[in-house]
């Protein structure tokens, strides 16, 4: 389990996180945080994957102190964050780019390799293909396909939609439905009905906060997000 409790980000002396705490656990299926461009939903998961510092608060990862913890030591206990930007080695092929998503750890390879294949089969065809060369919808998959060969407990999508056709993010949901079968999803998605659809547990977040918290579709029959989002 992840836990933030009460914690305050800021950048360059501007606070951007105020007073923030929520939990992330096991075998939750999907959890969602939504809100508007520039509500800190990026900047919450750069905490809570060790890539950027709190001023206040404190972040534990299943019970221990994460500020005592390099970010690659955050993967190895369990939380993968697949970053909006992707991040892909565009010179390396399709199957090395899954290979360094396990550099963690070298045992059961072929079989994670085999599983992504599985879950995005497009990525099988351009196993031997540079990462540069694929479309935007399947960079997207390379990215989360990366990141699972980790074996994460947790696994962090940033916007995992952007830039997509409205069939490659339809699409797209439905594999991190599959996912969550497996393994948790922390979800921050601008696609807020779709993410709130999928989601067990939601956040909303304004200006830094957390103004609610409810089931997915608990949140989808507010009326205060239908105005806002909807």
């Known amino acids: 389990m992840i836990e933030a409790t009460e914690i305050d980000v800021s950048y360059d002396g501007i606070q951007v996180i105020w007073d923030l705490s929520l939990s992330v656990p096991e075998d939750e299926g999907v959890i969602a945080i939504v809100g508007p461009n520039g509500a800190g939903k990026s900047t919450l998961l750069r905490v809570l994957s060790g890539l950027h510092p709190i001023d206040d608060g404190r972040v534990t990862l299943w019970g221990e102190d994460a500020s005592t913890l390099e970010p690659s030591e955050i993967v190895e206990k369990g939380f993968v964050h697949v970053s909006e930007e992707r991040n892909l080695f565009d010179e390396m092929t399709v199957r090395e780019n899954l290979e360094m998503g396990a550099y963690t750890r070298r ?42 060969m980790a074996e994460p407990k947790i696994l962090a999508l940033d916007e995992p939609s952007e830039g997509l056709a409205p069939q490659i993010t339809a699409r797209m949901f439905e594999k991190i439905e599959e996912i969550s079968e497996e393994v948790t999803v922390l979800l921050v998605e601008q696609h807020v009905h779709r993410a709130l659809s999928l989601a067990g547990r939601a956040y909303l977040l304004e200006n830094g906060e957390i103004v609610t918290q409810d089931t997915g579709p608990g949140l989808l029959e507010s009326e205060y997000v239908e105005e806002a989002y909807l």
């Open 107 to 148: 045992e059961g390879l072929e079989g994670n390799v085999r599983e992504v294949f599985e879950l995005f089969p497009v990525l099988e065809r351009r196993a031997s293909q540079r990462a540069g060369s694929l479309s935007g919808g399947e960079q997207q998959m390379l990215a989360i396909g990366r990141g699972l």
